[in-house]
């Protein structure tokens, strides 16, 4: 089962920041938190993924909270190609090998 | 770098059939696994294979199989199709698959099964 729990859906204006936030509770010491986003009927897209410190790369900004049992993936300036499924997975490091565990995800519709 | 190839993009097949996918890695990964994505199932892990060698694998029956070669190519079989196995099967390769590396995945193969 999946360790994440993030909300089915949310929407957000074109320009603005959108924020999924993702609830990891149960988090251990040496897992990471990944996300990945699935446009319609195309293969899931690596995002970004942090340990404990907020990560920033091109497309996005992870905000993990001190106790690491959520975090917010940030969009800073969305746009309508932004629109997609968006997936909060937790995965150790070690002796999980390639195995990355998807639940539902967060549909992200981006309006205009 | 080229990204991950999947081959063939669409198929469809008869029940009771079988049907060989194939999934080329990004250069220098040696890291592939199996997805299944189905409208109720969601994303689901197959197999992962590493160095030719199975390293994990995941909750479904035997009919699935794959393989990876020393090229780390891989291939995933199903024998026997079932109606419930029209899915989109994705391939993801990592580096290592272990560790913080990432996985980037293909754009899939989309199966129907009549």
């Known amino acids: 089962d999946a360790k994440t729990t993030q909300p089915p859906s949310m929407d957000c204006a074109e320009g603005r920041a959108a924020n999924l936030p993702c609830n990891h509770s149960t988090i251990s010491g040496n897992e990471y938190v990944y996300w990945y986003r699935q446009i319609h009927s195309q293969g899931p897209q690596y995002i970004i993924h942090?340990?404990?410190n907020n990560e920033t790369n091109e497309m996005a900004s992870l905000i993990i909270t001190e106790d690491r049992k959520s975090s917010t993936l940030i969009l800073p300036h969305a746009t309508l190609r932004d629109t997609a499924v968006y997936y909060c997975?937790?995965?150790?490091?070690?002796?999980?090998?390639?195995?990355?565990?998807f639940g539902q995800g967060t549909e992200l519709s981006v309006k205009p | 770098k080229a990204g991950v190839t999947q081959t063939p993009r669409y198929l469809i097949k008869t029940r009771g059939q079988q049907v060989t996918l194939s999934c080329s890695p990004i250069?220098?990964?040696?890291?592939v696994s199996w997805y299944q994505q189905t409208p109720g199932q969601g994303l689901q892990f197959l197999f992962e294979?590493?160095?030719?060698?199975?390293?994990n694998k995941g909750n479904f029956p035997g009919r699935f199989s794959g393989r990876q070669f020393s090229n780390s190519r891989s291939e995933m079989n199903v024998s026997t199709l079932e109606l419930g196995d029209s899915a989109l099967y994705l391939c993801a390769s990592s580096f290592t698959g272990q560790g913080a590396y990432e996985q980037y995945f293909g754009p899939g193969t989309r199966l129907t099964v009549t």
């Open positions: 294979y590493f160095s030719e060698t199975q390293r």
């Open positions: 250069s220098g990964h040696r890291s």
């Open positions: 942090g340990l404990k």
């Open positions: 997975i937790v995965r150790g490091i070690y002796n999980q090998g390639g195995k990355l565990i």
